[in-house]
């Protein structure tokens, strides 16, 4: 079956061979950008799109674009493959099917820039990801859609393939940029912002996988094409991960007015041994879970915050009625306590302290008072932490209490989940 | 402690870069891809090609969880334990495969064959539950699956999709934005 968006053509064997992605439409959008369109018309139409950021923020790309300054160079383009956001699968399938697809969108977002050098920073683990996105590389300069005076334009552009070493604090775009200064990824202050202070301190774009995948596509079909999909304020399609407790888990790029009811029935084939969901985390683990009654939101990024939730990465992961929330809410912090950075108080302390209670009430310690106190250290990290890591380590938490206050509450008084008393009660039944 | 052959490929890792520093990371793969680990003395050597000092260097390989800071088994299986494979039974797989190696989670087995470690998520949520051995994905894991990777019988994601992308034979969960079955592993299934 044939995808949209940044899927398009996905069951096309071999679209990492450049001749296979020429002959399906591939570097004709390069082509128009270069022959046709000068740099800040390109700026313009992604403005024009709606586009907004894939990786997480869902910051408006066009206006980033345009943040870069003109006159300052070398410029360069930093393409975030980091993808380490729980939940989250969708820039690995393009990587290591499509590559080209993202290329071609590096170098356009380049060309509307002015960089001189692009790297594409992929985590660690994408060992396979980087050989494939290499050999694309490798083909696109053979053909001159990389290097010097590309399809005979005096635009010239260095691309390259460099690998992280399993961080996700390096997803985040200042503590990536250290990493590719080859220093530990704590991120930096800003401002300066890396449109104007960078990688080596120079103007850098640095955006997401999917975001940069996504502008042959625009370039190609113009940016009302694009915008005629999605909601007033989330315009397009974007590639939603879906995970948990599902008939069909895979990626779905879709429009963006897509519900997560939608997403989770007429897709993903509902949940297995037709359960009932119970909760939804719509945007990746740093995103607030949502419970069953919410379900008919759109994946947005402005309705799920008017949620209490948010965007993210689109990564959407079902819980079936039978979840222990409190378990699984501890499973989801402690790979916020792993992956802090430790460069700042609040997370590197808080992401400890929230996961030292969870795993005393998780073990039939919970005492009265555990859950207030949960959530005051969340009031101590949000808002108060270094980075935005910190504020994706407490949503999870907060929203669990929120919707299943019960759940805790059984622990702290039973010392063991509600699920044990169930499957007792059952089983003597 | 590199050998020449190593420092070659250091020294053309640094030339792609504005800035040497900025070929550490992938310095230190190519040290781990050729030594299988990270030697105190190869950071040095690292240090010297680059030109920065030995801290430097060292401060990197303690920040990055992939770099080993001592020797590791042949095969490192890294087991997924974040929210969507815990969802989908990565707790029953890790336990299994504590008692098939007899050992911990961050333990070697005595013949030095397997390193088995718990790790963060791996970006393979639709194919969940999924591990690693050393750079090679394997998904959609059940128990017989697991037997068959210890045994070396088995395919890695990469492999599929390589014969994917030859051959154009579909492979469930590959390509569709199916992947696969349902259910938790039971063993034998």
């Known amino acids: 079956m044939s995808g949209m968006g940044v899927y398009l053509n996905l069951d096309v064997p071999n679209m990492k061979d450049i001749d296979v992605y020429i002959k399906h439409g591939g570097y004709q959008a390069l082509e128009k950008a270069l ?28 206006v980033k674009w345009g943040f870069v300054p003109a006159n300052i160079n070398p410029k360069y383009v930093v393409c975030n493959c980091d993808e380490s956001e729980p939940g989250t699968f969708k820039d690995r399938k393009i990587i290591e099917h499509n590559p080209h697809m993202l290329i071609e969108g590096i170098i356009i977002a380049a060309y509307a820039i002015g ?20 050999s694309a590389v490798d083909q696109a300069y053979a053909r001159g859609y990389l290097g010097k005076s590309i399809l005979g334009s005096n635009f010239s552009l260095d ?29 930096r202050l800003r401002p300066p912002f890396p449109a104007v202070s960078g990688v080596y301190a120079k103007p850098t774009l640095i955006n997401n996988c ?7 596509l625009i370039v190609k079909n113009g940016a009302e094409w694009y915008s005629k999909w999605g909601t007033e304020k989330s315009k397009g399609t974007r590639a939603y991960s879906l995970s948990g407790h599902v008939n069909k888990p895979g990626t779905y790029d879709l429009p963006m007015n897509t519900t997560l009811r939608q997403l989770i029935d007429e897709y993903g084939g509902g949940v297995p041994g037709g359960k009932k969901v119970k909760a939804v985390i719509p945007g990746g683990s740093s995103a607030a879970m949502l419970p069953a009654s919410m379900l008919d939101t759109p994946i947005a990024f ?69 859950v207030e106190k949960l959530l005051d250290i969340c009031s101590q990290i949000g808002g108060r932490a270094f980075c935005l890591l910190a504020d994706g380590a407490i949503p999870c938490i ?25 499957e007792i009660a059952e089983a003597a039944r | 402690m590199i050998t020449p052959e190593v420092a070659d490929r250091i020294r053309a890792a640094i030339a792609k870069y504005p800035s040497a520093r900025s070929a550490v990371l992938p310095a230190l793969h190519i040290v781990q891809e050729t030594y299988g680990w990270v030697p105190k003395e190869a950071q040095a050597d690292v240090a010297n090609l680059i030109g920065i000092t030995s801290g430097e260097v060292s401060q990197v390989v303690s920040f990055y969880y992939m770099y080993f800071q001592k020797p590791v088994g042949k095969r490192v299986i890294k087991v997924c334990q ?9 707790d029953p797989i890790i336990d299994y495969l504590k008692k098939k190696l007899n050992v911990q989670a ?68 590959l390509y569709s934005n199916y992947s696969g079955p349902g259910t938790v592993p039971e063993a034998g299934s």
């Open chain 1, 398 to 422: 907060i929203s669990s209490i929120k919707y299943f206050r019960e759940e805790y509450d059984y622990y702290i008084q039973h010392g063991h989940s509600m699920y044990a008393d169930r």
């Open chain 2, 106 to 173: 961050g333990e070697t087995t005595p013949d030095g064959e397997f390193t088995l470690l718990v790790v963060e998520c791996l970006a393979s949520c639709g194919s969940a539950p999924v591990l690693q051995v050393n750079d090679d994905y394997y998904e959609n894991l059940t128990y017989d699956k697991i037997d068959r990777i210890l045994a070396g019988t088995e395919k890695s994601a990469a492999q599929l999709q390589l014969e994917y992308d030859e051959k154009g034979v579909e492979i469930p969960g």
């Open chain 1, 159 to 187: 691309m390259v393939v460099h690998r992280g070493a399993g961080a996700y604090i390096c997803g985040e775009e200042s503590a990536q940029l250290e990493s590719l200064e080859g220093k530990r990824g704590y991120p």
């Open chain 1, 115 to 134: 960089a001189v050098k692009a790297f594409a920073y992929l985590r660690g683990e994408f060992a396979f990801g980087a050989k494939v996105l290499q």
């Open chain 1, 35 to 62: 022959k046709e369109m000068q740099p800040s018309q390109v700026t313009d139409m992604v403005k024009a799109s709606g586009l907004r950021g894939r990786g997480g923020a869902g910051f408006p790309t066009g």
């Open chain 2, 82 to 90: 974040s929210i969507s494979c815990y969802l989908r039974g990565s």
């Open chain 1, 210 to 216: 999917e975001t940069l995948s996504t502008v042959p």
């Open chain 1, 302 to 370: 402005d309705e799920l915050t008017a949620a209490g939730s948010m965007g993210g990465s689109g990564a959407v992961v079902v819980m079936d009625e039978d979840t222990d929330i409190v378990r699984a809410t501890l499973r989801i912090h402690e790979f916020y306590r792993e992956e802090s950075c430790g460069k700042c108080t609040p997370c590197r302390e808080g992401t400890f302290w929230l996961v030292q209670i969870l795993e005393r009430i998780a073990h039939g310690g919970g005492m009265p008072g555990d």
